[in-house]
Structures are given as structure tokens and as C-alpha cells.
């Protein structure tokens, strides 16, 4: 028997339940990559979905003796190939391990599998009177433990921050199989190193997250929300400097251009403003004090010569406007396969500059786009200094892949100079492994190699990606 056919076997011993071991080469293929355009994938030659802790371990076990890479996945809505597979790999699916163990509201606090989706855990602590605030995009898609290996953001983060903010204590199985326990289930607690924050954001790389925990905050009262509506982009990025510089703490403060608005409406119709530069979507939930909050936001907005100010009237109408920013991704990918039939795409990037540059990011981005002549789309939590730039390109052609990857470069370099940051949430994966670099510098890169070889010596673990 070859090295693939004893590992096979061995896989198939620890995880005896139907649809425990892939072997299929028409589903394997489904397994190759998440949702990042452009960046490498392989075939995997096998795809193990565990039930249990164990059967991860026993799986690492079986990776480490033959020396096979395993590619941890959960839904594969990544925007950043930290899911991607490479030729002749163990994807090591956890969609299968998706239970809520339990939700303790006298602590508040959550124990989750990895493959239970976001949005099933913020309705089920919802029905306790709870509120789990990390609220990426792919909400109803994304699983707990893709948001943890990435550090997952939202729109949520202005005033309740990332994924990382609220994960207290992981179960982990590291390259050996040997199952680690972190972090804690109080609500304080500091013994020894902060391993848990380690792992959250390492995508994959130091070892399986099996288990997790996370802190829950009251049910906030429901929100209000308004948009404004402005007839520049840096306008808009104006405003927002001023509601941030004033002191206000909105929970929601989302910033959608002009060729994203189309594309929303074009992909589902809902009667936005397509012929608006920019519109801001803020939304406060403080209680008692909310209409108040929102009344200075407006003004603020006015003062930053918004040209129109419309407050939601009710709950409904302030989801369909959260709606509509979470359609921002699939309408851009229409809006791209619409523009070049033959092989339409895009590049999704994620800059963060502190919050004071957001307007100077906006106006470099506007003169790249320009200076290159590609459409360039920019959408993204304005009230964290965080943007998706999102780069239409024509895969099928070689000068328009060259002029999006130079834009691609110029946004990462500006966002750099300005202070900013490679990622503001949907981590590294292979599409920033050389922004990381230049980001942290040479001593950076060579601590996190070091802490690399401590956890995972044979490298096994998602190699390649992250640096």
C-alpha cells in the first residue's frame, strides 16, 4: 500500500460515520478554496469531517506520523485563500461539529463548536436576552471558528469591536494531537500567558480550534438608524470624522459609494439612491438616549454638507438598509460578471488607517482607481477606519489582471503610509503574506516564525499561508 492508502485507512478507522472521509474526486473539489479571488489552490487528497475533539486529534495524530499538511476549513467564506487547499492535503472540515454545548446567562457567556453558524448563535442567545456583537458579512453563512481563526470583524465593531474582543478561552488540538485548553469561563482572569488571543486571528497555522468560548453583553435595546446622503465620497468621510471627533459612539457606521449603490440595487432592487456620490448608514442603540445620539449624528452630517438625511421609521426599514450593506460582495461580483462577460471578477481588500486618515484613504484610493482606469468600488465600516476597496477585473485578460494587481499594491501601500494596517478583519491568508512582511518587518516576521516551529515543528499546519 502507497503513503496516501495506509493514511486513508488509518482516517477512515477514526472517523467510521458516513461522510467522515472524502475521497471522491468530484467532491474533493469542492474543498479546493474559500471565496478570495486570484489567489493558489490545490486538490486535496482527502477530506476528513470530525464529529468530535477526539476525532481531530486523531486525525493531527495520523498528519504528524506521515508527515501530510492539514488544511483546516469551516464554510469557506473567506475573502483572504486562508482556507485554500494544496495538492495532496488533509482538509480537515469542521462544519459537522456545530452544537452549542451551552449558554450560561448568569455569566454570560456561550460554549460553542466551531462549525455553529454566527447567526444561529446571535438568535439562540438572543432568545436568552444576550447579544453575541460580532457580525461579519457572511453572518448567515460564516462559522464561529472561521471568524476566531480570522479575527472576524463587522458592522457591529465601531462600538462593540472584533471577534477577538469576546473570545475568553478556545480548546485546541495542536500538530501532535495533544488537546490544549486555554483562556478561562470567568469573567476575569489573568494566569499565565494569554494563549487564547494567540490562536484567535492565526488562522489555522499553530493549531484546530475544537471548542470556544465567548463572552455575551445584554440584548441592547433596538436600534435607529438614518442615512445620509452626500454628494462626494470624501464628504462622507468628513462626516464620519466629525461624529468619531464629537464623541459619539453609534453602533453601526457604514459608508457605501456610488458604484456600489448600482450594483446593490441592479443585484436586488430596493430603491436606493444610485445617483448619490456616497451614502452613511449610522445607527445608535444606547436606550433612552438613542434619539437624542442620532439627532446629533444628523447634525453632524448636515455640517459636513450632506445633501439629503433620512431617519428609518421603523425596525423593518432599518433592516432592509443593513440588508443592503451585506449585499455589497455578491452585487459587486454581478455587477463584475455583468461588465466583462467573459470573465468578470473581483478583488476584495481590507485597509485599516486610524480614523483621522479616513479621509485621506478615501481620496488616494479615488485618484488610484482613476490613474489606472479601473473600477474600483469602496464600501466598509467607516467608523473603524476600515475599508473594502473592491477591484473589478477581467480574468480573461492579462492587462486587466496586471492593472488590478497594481491597484491592489498601490491601496496596501497607501493604507501603510497612512499609518494603517495590511487587514482589518479578514486576515492574511495568501493574499497578504507579503503586506504582512513589510508590515511587521524583518525581528516581527522572525518572532512569528519562531512561535510557528513552537507549536507546529513539522509545519503541517495550514503551511504557506499567513507568511
Not at 478570495?36 to 490545490?42: H, R
Not at 438598509?321 to 455583468?338: I, V, W, Y
Request: glycine fraction near 10%; charge should be negative.
Amino acid at each position: 500500500m502507497d503513503l496516501n492508502s495506509d493514511l486513508i485507512h488509518e482516517l477512515r478507522a477514526a472517523l467510521p460515520h458516513e461522510g467522515g472521509v472524502l475521497t471522491d474526486p468530484d467532491l474533493l473539489v469542492s474543498y479546493e478554496h474559500d471565496e478570495a479571488d486570484l489567489c493558489a489552490y490545490g486538490t486535496p487528497a482527502v477530506v476528513v469531517r470530525p464529529r468530535t475533539t477526539g476525532q481531530v486529534s486523531a486525525v493531527l495524530r495520523a498528519a504528524s506520523r506521515f508527515r501530510v499538511p492539514v488544511i483546516p476549513q469551516g464554510a469557506r467564506s473567506g475573502l483572504a485563500g486562508g482556507a485554500n487547499a494544496i495538492d495532496g492535503a488533509i482538509v480537515l472540515s469542521l462544519v459537522a461539529m456545530n452544537e452549542i454545548v451551552d449558554i450560561d446567562a448568569a455569566n454570560r457567556i456561550a460554549v460553542v463548536q466551531p462549525g455553529v453558524v454566527n447567526a444561529q448563535l446571535r438568535r439562540a442567545v438572543a432568545a436568552k436576552g444576550l447579544y453575541y456583537p460580532p457580525d461579519p458579512g457572511s453572518w448567515e453563512q460564516s462559522t464561529i471558528g472561521g471568524n476566531v481563526s480570522t479575527d472576524a470583524g463587522g458592522m457591529c465593531c465601531v462600538k462593540y469591536g472584533v471577534t477577538s474582543d469576546h473570545v475568553i478561552g478556545l480548546e485546541v488540538v495542536l500538530a501532535s494531537g495533544e488537546v490544549l485548553n486555554c483562556g478561562r469561563r470567568t469573567a476575569k482572569g489573568v494566569a499565565g500567558y494569554d494563549l487564547t488571543s494567540l490562536f484567535v486571528g492565526s488562522e489555522g497555522t499553530l493549531g484546530v480550534i475544537t471548542e470556544i468560548t465567548v463572552k455575551l453583553r445584554p440584548a441592547p435595546a433596538s436600534s435607529l438608524t438614518l442615512v445620509a446622503v452626500f454628494d462626494t465620497l470624501p464628504a462622507a468621510g468628513a462626516a464620519v470624522e466629525s461624529i468619531i471627533t464629537a464623541g459619539m459612539q453609534p453602533s453601526m457606521l457604514e459608508v457605501i459609494d456610488r458604484v456600489t449603490l448600482s450594483a446593490i440595487e441592479a443585484f436586488r432592487p430596493m430603491g436606493l439612491p444610485t445617483t448619490a456620490a456616497a451614502l452613511l448608514i449610522a445607527a445608535v442603540d444606547s436606550g433612552t438616549r438613542a434619539p437624542d445620539d442620532l439627532a446629533a449624528i444628523a447634525a453632524l452630517c448636515r455640517q459636513a454638507q450632506a445633501a439629503d438625511i433620512h431617519v428609518a421609521t421603523d425596525a423593518t426599514e432599518a433592516d432592509a438598509l443593513l440588508t443592503a450593506r451585506r449585499l455589497a460582495h455578491p452585487a459587486m461580483e454581478q455587477f463584475a460578471a455583468q461588465l466583462f462577460p467573459a470573465g468578470g471578477g473581483i478583488m476584495v481588500d481590507d485597509v485599516a488607517v486610524p480614523r483621522t486618515r479616513l479621509v485621506e484613504l478615501i481620496e488616494g484610493i479615488e485618484g488610484i482607481a482613476s490613474a489606472h482606469g479601473v473600477v474600483v468600488a469602496t464600501v466598509g465600516h467607516a467608523g473603524d477606519g476600515n475599508l473594502h476597496p473592491i477591484i473589478v477585473i477581467d480574468r480573461s485578460d492579462p492587462t486587466s489582471l496586471a492593472r488590478g494587481q497594481k491597484v491592489f499594491d498601490a491601496i496596501m501601500s497607501l493604507g501603510l503610509s497612512l499609518g494603517g494596517t495590511s487587514t482589518g478583519e479578514h486576515g492574511v491568508g495568501l493574499l497578504k503574506r507579503d503586506w504582512l512582511a513589510r508590515e511587521i518587518g524583518p525581528t516581527g516576521l522572525k518572532a512569528h516564525r519562531s512561535i510557528k516551529a513552537a507549536f507546529d515543528p513539522d509545519n503541517i499546519l495550514n503551511p504557506g499561508k499567513i507568511f
